[in-house]
């Protein structure tokens, strides 16, 4: 037996990371038996301390088969094999994602209580836990630091099958991955502890409160608002002449922006690849509204789903209500546009000298052609470098645009970003661009090319 517990398992893989010590480390442990070894690791480094909440997807019909793993901050990992096996629909996969993204919240909140988590912009994150098995989880929350802004990921275990590890080093995972033993006969991490016992949240929370928080990167700035208390809940959006829409509004404590969703044809506010971005922008300390465009009794209407007028006044009628609502009267307003949603955006935008930032992901802003040089919203556009038509009308259209604006192709990415890390670069690039322009503290906007 390697390791008389996790406590000894900790202060021996920190002997590995000293190398790590300085005020840019922050130590991350996933829960439960991760932290204790985390704790272990922060005290010896010196360094932060937090928790990094993943949960499995199962198969909903056998919950022990992994389907792959989802992040704080919406970051999905899939096992395509598994997937492929299991016959698992697109709504299935969208139904368990739902459910165990309320659950995630739910844990995050037990364990971190009301404290924000710690910084990971510019910084090293290391992603601590107790062993590996089949790394899906491990790297579900490599990807997710990567997605909050991590500027490296050390991804540190004990003990791991021989062989795993380097699989883990990937360019969208871990750049590091630092295990103590690889077993070729691996069986079950719990057989190279003498004391595996089972951690409660209770033991992980007070091991959250206790140790030292360590140096911060830069000096705490002042709130550039009051804080607020967070909101998150289903809402309706009322809308003349037209039944009220459903919607999902977020609002984290202090946030003085709010991003409101427009979603493409044949989607919703469910869209699992919006909610992922949406769970970045929150966690970058942004409110967000996703909600529908179209009611229940409308979605069948195609003429409705592509009339960009029409979800453009239903956009500018959610803005109005958002900016009726006592705790976010004062926040600045952004639009995040996919599909035809895009273009109903800057549709919106255009009459809205207001609206602080737009930014486009696999958008048609050609569809708002007319109105494209009344738009004074920077305006990012994000499109799939597999996506060529998409990105052709993209160039074109912004050469109309008369505002600030920037296009960033992501390689390698279709029109849906599917491709292992593409909406993860989308998160990313429409966070710092929000993030920019709607909170007046945070670093200068990014020039536009």
Known sequence: MPFVDRRDAGRRLAARLDFLRGPGTVVLGLPRGGVVVAAEVALALDAPLDVVVVRKLGVPYQPELALGAIGEGGVRVLEPEVVRRSGVTGQELAEVEERELAVLHARVRALRGDRPPAPLAGRTAVVVDDGLATGSTARAACRLVRALGADRVVLAVPVAPAGLPERLTEPDTAD?????????????????????????????????????????????RPEPHPQRPERDEEVEVAVAGSPRLAGHLVVPPGAAGIVLFAHGTAS?????????????????????????????????????????????????????????????????????????GAAAALWAAADDPG????????????????????????????????????????????????????????PGASHLFTEPGALDRVAQLARDWFRARLQPASRPPVTAR
């Open 268 to 340: 919703s506010r469910r869209s699992p690849r919006n909610q992922q971005v949406a769970s970045v922008l929150t966690a970058a300390g942004l409110g967000v509204l996703l909600f529908d465009l179209l009611a229940a009794e409308e979605e069948q209407d195609r003429a409705r789903a592509a009339d960009v007028p029409l979800l453009a006044g239903r956009l500018a009628a959610a803005t109005a209500w958002v900016r009726g609502q006592p705790d976010t009267a004062d926040a600045r307003i952004g639009y995040f546009g996919a599909s035809t």
């Open 176 to 220: 590091q991955v630092v295990c103590l033993e690889t077993p070729r006969r691996f069986f079950a991490i719990g057989r190279w502890y003498r004391n595996f016992d089972q951690v409660e949240d209770a033991e992980v929370a007070a091991l959250l409160r206790q140790v030292a928080p360590g140096p911060e990167p830069d000096p705490p």
């Open 355 to 410: 609206i602080a930032a737009v930014v486009s992901r696999g958008g048609r802003p050609d569809l708002a052609g007319p109105r494209l040089p009344a738009v004074r919203a920077p305006t990012l556009l994000v499109v799939g470098g597999e996506d060529r038509e998409v990105l052709r009308l993209n160039r074109e259209a912004r050469a109309s645009l008369r505002c600030e604006s920037a296009l960033e192709v992501v």
